[in-house]
């Protein structure tokens, strides 16, 4: 096998030989192994066909050595990874399925019961990621399609201000160059051994951590769920070097530490401190839990900013100082300007919408051309981002919309649990807002009006209904049962208004 037809990190992974790339509850593979049981899969993948031609393929499959062996399957047939989010309900699967268009999805035999009816109903076979290879792929040794860089390779649904969650497409090429900034940037190495605890169906856990740590020759060892517990009895055991998360789960550490027997805290901080680097990002880091996670372990978290249209854009340097409430400065290869409302660059300490531009910014959303060309302003994304420049780096002051709401690192959107919620037979009108909360960052929250003959309206039955149809992070924390939504003069439901009536609850 030529490793000029490889996508850009299976060429490197080969350069890794023997050396020890993931660890997980179902194994410890290689770089070998890897490359070889991915070849597998992709013939398997292939049925016979030379090249899957940038076709979407699916994978439900929890954080593992399987999920490695899934993606590099799908790429090395010539397809496109669209993870799908193990924790989600059927109806989140099937709009993934539909929308992608995929033609298969390879899923966890535990998981794949509840996946079967969605798939069946779209016509999707179920393939199992171990199951051997039927005869007619196995046979004979048909080279594996050559993956030129610019070829699209990865799909990861986000939310946005409009409708349902749309896919983000990036190339290899992308992917390429959003690791490559970030394994110069923080200076990963061979060396390294990263503990992954976060989902991997989104940005941050696939590049920032697997991906980076196996362009680099390093050791990824990945736990099937964020486990507070679990995470510092392995920091304990000692030999990781890096750890990145959102700020939910360093102030979910915090909390277990605070009630751990003294013996185990001291424990606990000394192995967190032999850490080479510990990252927060995917939502505001407060300040308070930056102080108090120097105060238990001595690091001074470097907090980045990110995207998943954009990979990641600005970061606070590995060896300079890193201050509080700010994320830094552009990363390598990332060019980043702060603009007005009409598109013109604005002087430092003025705040701007923060627009990125470079290798790494994806390609398009899925089958949306005309929302991708609306999210570009002559080649470069707009982010929504609100941020101003300062002599310690740069500061995030929040997002245009009021309607994305980023809880536990997770953004959602509020309109889209807004419709869900007004198919229910009780509600006659509703708003959805995010309420600044101290462990989730910000806490959805609803505010419903009901039918006037509809029945008494429930919050737990409310919850539940949107639970049914959406991911556990977007059912609504809070319920207010209102006579009627505060309204601006146009008629226009007041955001903030709304979510001061939380506040004041
Ligand atoms: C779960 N719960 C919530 C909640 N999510 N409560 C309020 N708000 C939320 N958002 C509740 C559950 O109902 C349950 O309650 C309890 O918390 C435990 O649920 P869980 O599902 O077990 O939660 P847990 O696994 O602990 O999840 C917390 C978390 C998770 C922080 C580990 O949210 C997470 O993995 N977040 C990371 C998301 C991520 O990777 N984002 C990156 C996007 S990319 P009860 O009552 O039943 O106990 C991006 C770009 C960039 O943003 O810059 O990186
Ligand atoms: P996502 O679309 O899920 O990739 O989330 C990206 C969003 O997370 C950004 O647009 C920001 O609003 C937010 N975000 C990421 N990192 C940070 C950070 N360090 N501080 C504040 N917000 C952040």
Known sequence: MNARRDPPLLARARRHGDRLAVVAPDGRFSYRDLLDASRALARKLLQGRA??????????????????????????????????????????????????????????????????????????????????????????????????????????YTSGTTGRPKGAVLTHANLAAQIQSLV??????????????????????????VCCALWSGATCELMPRFDAAAV????????????????????????????????????????????????SGSAALPVSVLKRWHEITGHMLLERYGMTEIGMALSNPLHDVRVPGHVGWPLPGVEVRLVDERGRPVPEGTPGEIEVRGPGVFREYLGRPKETRAAFRRGWFKTGDVAVCEPDGFRILGRKSVDIIKTGGYKVSALEIEEVLREHPDVADCAVVGVPDAEWGELVCAAVVPQPQGGSLDETRLRAWVGRHLALYKVPRRVLVLEALPRNAMGKVVKPEVAALFRKA
Do not use: C
């Not at 027997?261 to 990252?279: I, K, Q």
């Open 51 to 156: 090249d899957l031609a940038e076709d979407r393929v699916a994978y439900l499959v929890p954080p593992s050595v399987a999920w490695v062996v899934t993606q590099w399957g799908i790429w090395r047939a010539g397809g496109v990874a669209v993870p799908l989010g193990i924790s989600h309900p059927p109806p989140e699967w099937e709009h993934v399925l539909a929308d992608s268009g995929a033609i298969a999805v390879v899923a966890d035999p535990r998981l794949a019961e509840g996946l079967q009816p969605v798939a069946q109903r779209l016509g999707i076979p179920v393939l199992d990621p171990a199951a051997p290879a039927a005869p007619a792929a196995r046979a004979g040794k048909t080279p594996l399609p050559a993956i030129a860089p610019q070829r699209r390779a990865q799909v990861f």
């Open 184 to 209: 110069a940037a923080w200076e990963w190495s061979r060396h390294d051994h990263i503990l992954g605890v976060l989902p991997l169906h989104h940005v941050h856990g696939v590049v920032n951590v």
């Open 232 to 279: 510092w009895e392995r920091f304990a055991q000692g030999g990781i070097t890096l750890f990145m998360a959102v700020p939910t789960i360093y102030t979910r550490l915090i909390a277990h530490w605070e009630q751990a027997p003294e013996v185990l805290r001291r424990r606990y901080a000394d192995a967190a401190s032999r850490l080479r680097l510990m990252v």
